[in-house]
């Protein structure tokens, strides 16, 4: 049997018999059809799709992945950010009986509202749950599909049924092919930084220079490379691209309409919370990886002793450590930072988890979190403030919270190593630790790197042949 009618007829027994068995308060909440399906492959599923938006996240042990089509809840807003109103609305629409219900999204870096065209697309915040899914979990895939109604049937036939025939209908329209996707990228033909290496060595040395009178211990500075290209990227092919080079990372792409995007491949857990069980971590200090075993190892181990980065790397375990003293009790943090081996870059990681104290909830959590000195300095406010002072580009979701929240459990990465797509562009967003002793050439080759696993990809031309705008 194909999967259209496979799904169909679960949905129609749904419809037919469970439904009647709901208890009133499911009014309004969003309810779910799962049903197994055989394998499939959920990016190259989603980018056949005809739907303007579109969500992809996969978690970073590769055992979660999930690509959704359309929307049947969305929370967003352009008004500054108030997170216990946030957590409030996405909970309206969650329930105990439909644990697999999520909300996927994302909330911007910085409380300021967006002046930058593409970033007033994202807004403040935007969370959807989608209308349709792909679920990948370990090895069994499942189809989703998601509504709500505003009454129940014993309570009022005709709108039950007519919500049956529009799913349905929509049902219809998506694309179980297995047609080929093409694998070839579109041409790069101009990069912009900005800053420029010139720019970026003067915003160092000005950050610097303002350490002492602002009582700074570490700011991280970050750069945008607007990249051009040929014809309009298709966000989900790019995505599948980078997916097979970056281990031990989150995917994630968030397409609002049919020429806007956000996408990354982030190494870094903001935090995860199942129930009471809180999970973050730090991940700063940086080195390339090596060509062969040995030097890799001997990159690793500078790492390891170089004392720049451990005091970069230090600045976040001990943010983290007194937040997470805050917020949990039974708090344990690795005794010592491991090495994360990723594609291109590997850095000092640390573990960190606690049992969250009973009167807290995510809206005390993720303000406490967001942003760790990994992505914005310490301490916080001044480092903050410098930043949105010497950055010529606003971060918009670039290193915000991105990722999930179901009913009782919550998964947010930090969204580094992220682009945004607009058409023809991509804007992709890299940023350094900058503590006393840092060489600004040493931190230009350091986010050189960071975005190395996307720039790898897009080798067609030369680089020579490929217009450098920056120093124009
Ligand atoms: C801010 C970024 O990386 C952070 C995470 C890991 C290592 C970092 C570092 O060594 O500077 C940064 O703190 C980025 O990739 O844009
Ligand atoms: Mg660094």
Redesign the pocket.
């Known amino acids: 049997m194909d999967h259209y009618l496979t799904i169909a007829a679960q949905v129609q027994n749904f419809f037919k018999y469970d439904l009647i068995a709901l208890p009133p308060e499911m009014v309004g909440k969003v309810l779910r059809i799962e049903v197994q399906i055989s394998t499939l492959e959920p990016l190259s599923w989603l980018a056949r799709q005809k739907s303007d938006v579109k969500t992809y996240w996969c978690d970073r042990q590769g055992n979660f992945t999930m690509a959704g089509v359309g929307t049947v809840a969305t929370i967003d807003g352009d008004r500054p950010i108030d997170y216990p109103d946030i957590f409030g609305q996405l909970r309206q629409s969650l329930s105990l009986l439909f644990p697999h219900v999520r909300y996927y999204g994302g909330i911007g870096f910085s409380q300021s509202k967006s002046i930058s065209p593409i970033w007033e697309s994202f807004g403040n915040y935007r969370f959807v749950v989608p209308r349709f899914e792909i679920l990948v979990r370990g090895l069994e895939t499942f189809f989703a599909c998601n509504f709500t109604l505003n009454s129940l049937p014993n309570l009022g036939h005709e709108i039950w049924e007519t919500e049956l025939a529009t799913i349905l209908d929509e049902l219809a329209r998506i694309d179980f092919s297995q047609q080929e996707l093409p694998t070839e990228l579109p041409l790069q033909i101009a990069r912009l930084d900005r800053p420029n290496r010139v720019e970026w060595q003067r915003n160092i040395e000005l950050a610097l220079a303002k350490f002492n009178a602002l009582n700074l211990d570490k700011i ?1 500075l ?1 750069r945008r490379s607007t990249l051009t290209f040929t014809h309009n990227l298709q966000p989900q092919l790019l995505l599948r691209s980078l997916k097979p080079h970056n281990p031990h990372s989150y995917h994630f792409c968030f397409q609002i309409d049919p020429t806007t995007a956000f996408i990354g491949t982030s ?2 857990r903001l935090y995860s919370r199942a129930d009471r069980l809180l999970k973050t971590e730090a ?4 080195r390339q990886r090596g060509t062969s075993a040995s030097i890799d190892r001997e990159l690793g181990d500078n790492l390891r002793t170089s004392l720049k ?1 451990i005091h ?1 790397h230090e600045l ?1 375990v001990t943010n983290l450590r007194g937040v997470l003293t805050e917020l949990c009790h039974s708090v344990t943090i690795d005794d010592e930072s491991a090495i994360l081996k990723l594609n291109k870059v590997q ?1 000092l990681y640390t573990q960190c988890q606690g049992l969250l104290k009973s009167h807290l909830t995510d809206a005390d959590i993720l303000p406490k979190l967001h942003p760790t000195p ?2 914005g300095g310490f301490p916080r406010t001044p480092a903050l403030k410098l930043i949105q002072e010497l950055e010529p580009f606003e971060r918009g979701w ?2 915000a919270p991105v990722g999930w929240v179901g009913y009782d459990d919550v998964e947010f990465a ?1 969204a ?2 992220s682009g945004a797509i607009d058409r023809d562009r991509l804007f992709l ?5 900058i503590v006393r002793g840092s060489q600004s050439a040493e931190e230009w080759a ?2 050189e790197n ?1 975005i190395r696993h996307y720039t790898d990809l897009f080798t067609d031309l030369p680089p020579q042949q490929i217009i450098d705008l920056s120093l124009a």
């Not at 991940?283 to 940086?286: L, Q, V, W």
């Not at 967003?429 to 630790?433: I, S, V």
């Open positions: 991280v970050a190494p870094e991940i700063a200090g940086t980065d970069e976040v850095h990994a992505v670039y290193a930090v580094i190593r967003f890299a940023g350094a630790g350091e986010i960071k």
